[in-house]
């Protein structure tokens, strides 16, 4: 349990770090010459007021005791013993049990070493720390010391001058570079719209999980416990309301270590989403948790883990509130875990990464706390509540058919990306098809188990899911009767991806490079303006572009007769670059990245020229690269129209 706090107090710091550029503690590193052979090499901290840091004497089962060893790869000298430490302050942690050991204020850490390797001229160490307030925050930094007193000299990556000459090929010549800085106003815009989008994405998940057997059932004796525990009725309402607060708050912790890896590197999170493995993987998990809502079995945490929380939340007070919350999200998991994984997946594969994925998991975590708070607040509510029955089954069974049509939404990822082109368009829609189909069945009673009479309700759903099976349908042949194009854009493979003879692999069958030299030559030599466009195969706003905007009929004409469209997918990580066209790229942070195939190129081209890992990301070119008008990103189709034809415009210089 002490863990597990440790762990939740890590999780408010991240949140709260993400918000801030001060850092609670300076770190300035000297070095004492002792002898020939042995050095002090020593850490002068700086502690900003109210936080304090931990020691490396702290006592086990407490907050992490600070430790000192040599950085990743370090040799040529050993550590002898642990640091001399500067006066302590010693206080008994209510939380803990124990009196602990911390720093306040300021701290000066010892540590001696002594060299075995006479050549070294610096050292650097780890120090691995805990510093804390309200909150706590990890700090894991390596600490460079020069032992002869000359400047600490900077590692600088090395590569060959074949790397060195790509890499400067990567770097555009870009004209009108201002345009850029209203792209990245523009962009932010976007996003809040579209993390308003994935919020209540993640509310009708919660709303689903709400009505689970695992859930539902415990709405009555969740809110009598806070309404009947305590005789002031106003204390009991806010008891109440902090609960769900802390429900909240769960749910959205659990997005935050999403977030270290996004500011790690901004391709890490696409570069995960399209990875194809990591896609196979997300389709066996959601298949397993289909399995779980049709009942084959169930999936839970282990006991354990709900025994401790539910052992906690007799502690009383704001603690022991947040662990009664902790203890339904741990409990309830066999239903909530195939939603939440889902939403993960499915966050995970946008380009608003990590930010999308916190968006979800609040919006997901408000719908589930919601209820608990309301009928805390009208108990009389709870009068009106349906009766826990083979209904709760009936959304079980329903989400695991919605459970399965999205793992194949993962494996056409993995398809697509691995071009193993096994799952063709219109094979998926032959197996979302026969998924409605199945389930309609089950609604009407022919399959599954039964429950007495069939409702009206499960009879109208039944209906709408033959309803869309008969609407999918005709998708499986070449010339459909009509188009799926509308619901299935972003989900179902291209449409040129197809079993059917096509004319290119290009989207709506527009002639399209996907080199960028290759693109930038033929424009020059037709006179006609580039539309570069930055997308992927697992991108769904690219698909629904692709499928719903440029495929109406004035914007396909001006792509088609106008400019030269240049498609670069960024996560084209199967295919291999030529081996002479394989190098190492250094980035601005001085790091080397492997380019080794075309998404690593594209990514990278995209990244060093455009400041932003997002797709689709449109940007309009004159041949000799000078930028037309600000970058474009997913927008409807009116506004689309006006942006390409106001390059075009400028092209010609109207």
């Known amino acids: 349990m002490k863990k597990l706090f440790?762990?939740?107090?890590?999780?408010?710091?991240?949140?709260?770090?993400?918000?801030?550029?001060?850092?609670?503690?300076?770190?300035?590193?000297?070095?004492?010459?002792?002898?020939?052979?042995?050095?002090?090499?020593?850490?002068?901290?700086?502690?900003a007021e109210d936080w304090h840091l931990y020691s490396q004497y702290n006592p086990e089962d407490a907050s992490l005791p600070m430790t000192i060893t040599p950085a990743e790869g370090e040799s040529g000298y050993t550590i002898s013993g642990k640091a001399k430490e500067s006066e302590t302050e010693t206080e008994f942690s209510e939380i803990w049990g124990k009196d602990e050991v911390f720093f306040v204020d300021e701290a000066t850490i010892v540590q001696r070493i002594t060299v075995t390797d006479a050549s070294l001229t610096q050292i650097t160490l780890n120090l691995d720390a805990q510093v804390c307030k309200e909150y706590c925050l990890p700090f894991d930094e390596d600490f460079t010391f020069s032992l002869t007193g000359e400047a600490v000299e900077q590692t600088v990556a090395e590569v060959s001058d074949k790397s060195k000459s790509l890499s400067e090929s990567l770097k555009l010549d870009l004209k009108n570079t201002v345009l850029l800085k209203s792209s990245t106003d523009k962009a932010s815009d976007d996003k809040d719209s579209s993390l308003l989008n994935i919020f209540l994405l993640g509310f009708v998940g919660g709303l689903l999980a709400f009505l689970?057997?695992?859930?539902?059932?415990?709405?009555?004796?969740?809110?009598?416990?806070?309404?009947?525990?305590?005789?002031?009725?106003?204390?009991?309402?806010?008891?109440?309301?902090?609960?769900?607060?802390?429900?909240?708050?769960?749910?959205?912790?659990?997005?935050?270590?999403?977030?270290?890896?996004?500011?790690?590197?901004?391709?890490?999170?696409?570069?995960i989403s399209t990875?194809?493995?990591?896609?196979?993987?997300?389709?066996?998990?959601?298949?397993?948790?289909?399995?779980?809502?049709?009942?084959?079995?169930?999936?839970?945490?282990?006991?354990?883990?709900?025994?401790?929380?539910?052992?906690?939340?007799?502690?009383?007070?704001?603690?022991?509130?947040?662990f009664m919350a902790l203890t339904l999200a741990i409990v309830s998991f066999s239903?909530?875990?195939?939603?939440?994984?889902?939403?993960?997946?499915?966050?995970l594969t946008s380009s608003g990464g990590a930010m999308?994925?916190?968006?979800?998991?609040?919006?997901?975590?408000?719908?589930?706390?919601?209820?608990?708070?309301?009928?805390?607040?009208?108990?009389?509510?709870?009068?009106?509540?349906?009766?826990?029955?083979?209904?709760?089954?009936?959304?079980?069974?329903?989400?695991?058919?919605?459970?399965?049509?999205?793992?194949?939404?993962?494996?056409?990822?993995?398809?697509?990306?691995?071009?193993?082109?096994?799952?063709?368009?219109?094979?998926?829609?032959?197996?979302?098809?026969?998924?409605?189909?199945?389930?309609?069945?089950?609604?009407?009673?022919f399959i599954g188990k039964k429950y007495g009479k069939i409702?009206?309700?499960?009879?109208?759903?039944?209906?709408?899911?033959?309803?869309?099976?008969?609407?999918?349908?005709?998708?499986?042949?070449?010339?459909?009767?009509?188009?799926?194009?509308?619901?299935?854009?972003?989900?179902?493979?291209?449409?040129?991806?197809?079993?059917?003879?096509?004319?290119?692999?290009?989207?709506?069958?527009?002639?399209?490079?996907?080199?960028?030299?290759?693109?930038?030559a033929y424009a020059k030599s037709v006179n006609k303006p580039i539309l570069l466009d930055f997308t992927g195969w697992a991108c769904v706003?690219?698909?629904?572009?692709?499928?719903?905007?440029?495929?109406?009929?004035?914007?396909?004409?001006v792509l088609s007769n106008d400019y030269v469209l240049i498609s670069l997918y960024v996560d084209d990580n199967e295919r291999m670059l030529p081996e002479d066209e394989q190098f190492d790229y250094i980035k601005p942070n001085g790091k080397v990245k492997r380019i080794r195939t075309y998404g690593d190129k594209w990514a990278t081209l995209q990244i060093a020229n455009f400041k932003t890992a997002s797709q689709p990301f449109y940007v309009s070119l004159s041949p000799d690269l000078e930028i037309l008008n600000t970058p474009e990103q997913y927008t409807d189709k009116d506004t689309y129209l006006k942006w390409l034809k106001s390059g075009l415009d400028r092209y010609k210089g109207n």
């Open 6 to 47: 440790t762990l939740i107090l890590f999780f408010i710091g991240f949140v709260t770090f993400s918000q801030t550029d001060d850092n609670p503690i300076l770190v300035n590193p000297t070095v004492e010459k002792v002898s020939d052979t042995e050095y002090d090499l020593i850490f002068n901290i700086t502690i």
């Open 541 to 557: 706003n690219c698909r629904k572009m692709e499928e719903n905007i440029w495929s109406q009929p004035d914007v396909y004409s």
């Open 455 to 520: 409702s009206l309700f499960r009879v109208l759903l039944g209906i709408c899911s033959l309803g869309l099976a008969v609407y999918l349908a005709p998708g499986v042949m070449e010339k459909p009767a009509w188009s799926q194009s509308k619901l299935l854009s972003g989900f179902a493979p291209p449409q040129f991806h197809s079993i059917y003879q096509q004319d290119n692999k290009c989207p709506l069958n527009l002639n399209c490079f996907k080199d960028f030299n290759e693109g930038v």
């Open 212 to 271: 689970t057997p695992c859930v539902f059932p415990m709405v009555p004796l969740t809110v009598s416990f806070f309404t009947k525990k305590t005789e002031q009725k106003g204390k009991g309402l806010g008891s109440a309301l902090l609960y769900g607060f802390f429900i909240i708050l769960i749910y959205a912790l659990l997005s935050v270590p999403f977030h270290y890896l996004d500011t790690l590197d901004p391709e890490i999170l696409n570069n």
């Open 335 to 347: 239903c909530t875990g195939p939603i939440l994984g889902s939403l993960l997946a499915g966050s």
């Open 356 to 445: 999308q994925l916190t968006a979800g998991m609040t919006g997901f975590g408000v719908a589930l706390a919601l209820p608990f708070a309301l009928f805390a607040m009208f108990p009389g509510w709870l009068n009106s509540l349906p009766k826990s029955g083979g209904w709760l089954n009936t959304v079980k069974v329903i989400l695991g058919f919605l459970e399965l049509a999205f793992a194949f939404k993962f494996l056409s990822n993995a398809d697509l990306v691995g071009h193993w082109d096994l799952l063709k368009r219109e094979v998926f829609i032959g197996i979302w098809t026969l998924l409605a189909l199945l389930m309609a069945l089950y609604l009407f009673g």
């Open 275 to 322: 990875n194809v493995w990591l896609n196979v993987f997300f389709f066996a998990v959601l298949i397993f948790f289909a399995g779980s809502f049709f009942g084959f079995y169930e999936i839970t945490l282990p006991s354990s883990w709900s025994n401790k929380a539910d052992s906690a939340s007799s502690i009383g007070g704001i603690i022991g509130i947040f």
